[in-house]
């Protein structure tokens, strides 16, 4: 790290003011870490090959995602219990997001509805998990479409929590009086009962790909798949009709020992061959990072953590400037590599590199 940089990053800050439990939650990893160490170091590994005498000064961050124009190929991943950050949680999160002019995930366990949170300026889309009972699975997605979601987005990579080490996620206890309003109806968790066992009693893990098809079926809305690692399965994703989907590995919070995210890019994109949009998601923490995965043919990134750390620290203000600085760093990593618009961003921009000294802070 830069000695004359004090390592006070909105990671550290967020440390200092969550409840330790709060922060475990939001910080913590399968296993022994290595997919979530993995996600980071990979974007640490690659290096930028700037374009020179390009004349670009002012290049134009927006995209088209499903459709939406979007001011910046920057989204906020699904995230759980953002209540838990600030009292506004998900609200604070969605009006920011429209600010800067992109798209907010909705959780299915968010704090806050789908009908509060579709009132933000922001384009909505809600993340789905399939759930044992298909019928209130079904009145889930019925409920997405009347509050205005405009996609559904189908989590597909936790069939179970996972092995998680005893004490930091998986014991993790819903606190009382916590809202789970996407879910109101449903049989509520019981006091005291870890957040693992309550997810296994609601979530499907035996979904299929014929779930996809009735996914397919019942929702008229744009449909994306979070949580798309081998490219076999992008090819998959692509022959049930599937819009888009997301290269992730939850953040390393599932499988411990799965491939990073950004290694695993390229061979999605190559093996979907356009039929579909691909996302990615996992250690994306600066403007380089975006750089970086457009550069190896993500459409969209998603950010996870951050945003949970610009809430804890700052609400709606914290995670507005979140955005733009993300949305600053990208603008500078384009001006300097040469870039006059997203769609110009290409492999030849990045080469693997060797990793000296200590990895880049975290944000
Ligand atoms: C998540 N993530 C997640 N994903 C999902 O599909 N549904 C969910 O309910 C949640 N909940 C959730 C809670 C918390 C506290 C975290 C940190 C993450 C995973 C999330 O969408 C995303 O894939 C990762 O967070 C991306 O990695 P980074 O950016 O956090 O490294």
């Not at 069939?159 to 879910?183: D, K, M, Y």
């Not at 996992?282 to 610009?310: E, N, Q, S, T």
Request: aromatic share 4%; charged share 20%.
């Amino acid at each position: 790290m830069n000695p004359s940089i004090p390592p006070y990053d909105l990671e550290s800050r967020a440390h200092e003011l969550l409840p330790p439990e709060v922060y475990i939650y939001y910080a913590g990893a399968a296993g022994a870490g290595a997919t979530l160490a993995a996600n980071l170091a990979a974007f640490d590994r690659l290096r930028l090959r700037p374009d020179v005498l390009t004349g670009t000064i002012a290049p134009d961050l927006s995209t088209t995602v499903l459709g939406a124009r979007l001011t910046l190929p920057v989204a906020v991943a699904p995230m759980a219990l953002q209540g838990l950050a600030h009292p506004e949680g998900d609200m604070a999160t969605a009006r920011a997001t429209g600010d800067v002019g992109t798209a907010m995930i909705l959780a299915t366990l968010a704090s806050r509805s789908l009908e509060e949170v579709v009132a933000a300026p922001c384009p909505l889309w809600f993340q789905l998990y399939v759930l044992r009972d298909r019928g209130a699975t079904r009145a889930l997605i019925d409920r997405a479409v009347a509050a205005g979601a405009r996609a559904l987005v189908v989590t597909v990579d936790a069939p179970t929590s996972g092995h998680r080490r005893p004490g930091v996620l998986s014991e993790f206890i819903l606190p009382q009086g916590t809202r789970l309003p996407n879910l109101a109806g449903l049989p509520a968790p019981t006091p005291g009962a870890p957040l693992r066992e309550y997810f296994a009693t609601l979530v499907d893990g035996a979904v299929t790909w014929k779930d996809v098809g009735w996914l397919r079926s019942v929702s008229p809305l744009p449909l994306v798949l979070k949580g798309i690692l081998a490219p076999e399965d992008g090819r998959l994703a692509a022959e049930h009709g599937v819009d888009a989907v997301v290269v992730s590995n939850h953040g390393g919070r599932m499988l411990d020992g799965a491939v990073a995210t950004l290694d695993a890019l390229p061979a999605v994109v190559e093996a979907t061959a356009g039929r579909l949009e691909v996302w990615m998601d996992g250690g994306v923490r600066r403007g380089g990072d975006v750089f970086k995965a457009l550069a190896l043919g993500a459409r969209l990134v998603l950010v996870g953590r951050p945003v949970l750390w610009a809430l804890a620290t700052g609400g709606e203000v914290g995670v507005r400037t979140l955005f733009t600085d993300l949305r600053n760093e990208l603008e500078t990593t384009m001006i300097a590599c040469g870039c006059a618009a997203v769609g110009d961003v290409a492999p030849r921009h990045v080469t693997e590199g060797t990793m000296i000294g200590t990895p880049r802070s975290p944000r």
